[in-house]
């Protein structure tokens, strides 16, 4: 899985450098709601009281809770499992999107403590009825230039991402691609083992 992990990485560094060095060329419903998020997750990596890496675990854990209601984990889960969702039950369902919220949160929180320097560039917010895209320019330090869109979805009022697409490749696509190259050759168990073997190297 280690394209699903590169993508998610340069995904990660654009929130959390957003708010701190993003050009805005726009104002949107979307969009402030992905900065406040940033800003929040910002004031925890930049608390004195939560620096060095004693304080990782404790840092990590309120990064998460900050960051977390922004993510529809089960809508992203949902979509990575694709026609497989249907044919679970409930139970397998929950066990499932558990899993996977770990997989992503584990991926989320090992890169928060490594970038400083870049910019993002907020380009554009378009809407159609009840999904949202949010589109970047990430800014490397050497000065490359990569696209990173925010897809969101609106349940009940609620904005959250369900997707983030980098240079074209999606982050649910890419574990949909994986999760499929499983179950062609093994039942949804064995998915979940692997799944819960990840989480626990984590």
């Known amino acids: ?43 925890v990596l930049k608390d004195p009281a939560l620096a060095g890496k004693d304080k990782t675990p404790e840092r990590r854990k309120k990064l998460w809770e900050e960051i977390r209601s922004i993510f529809n984990m089960e809508e992203m889960a ?11 039950t409930p139970e397998e369902r929950k066990e499932y999107v558990e899993l996977f919220t770990e ?36 800014i490397t330090i050497t000065a490359k230039e990569i696209a990173v869109d925010f897809s969101l979805l609106s349940n009940s009022g ?9 240079e074209g490749v999606s982050l649910v696509n890419n574990y949909r691609s994986q999760f499929n190259s499983i179950l062609l050759k093994s039942p949804f168990k064995e998915l979940v083992q692997i799944m819960r073997e990840k989480t626990l190297k984590n």
Do not use: H, P
């Open 1 to 43: 899985m280690k394209n699903k992990t590169k993508i998610f990485t340069i995904s990660i560094a654009v929130f959390i450098m957003l708010s701190v060095t993003s050009t805005c060329l726009w104002a949107g419903e979307a969009g402030d709601l992905v900065k406040q998020t940033i800003d929040n997750g910002l004031r």
């Open 78 to 88: 949902k979509r990575a499992l694709s026609q497989y969702w249907k044919e679970r």
């Open 103 to 138: 997989l992503v949160k584990n991926t989320y929180l090992k890169n928060t403590d490594t970038y400083s320097g870049e910019k993002v560039v907020l380009l554009k917010e378009s809407q159609d009825e009840r999904y949202y895209k949010v589109q970047t320019k990430f």
């Open 158 to 166: 609620k904005l959250q991402i369900y997707d983030v697409t980098i």
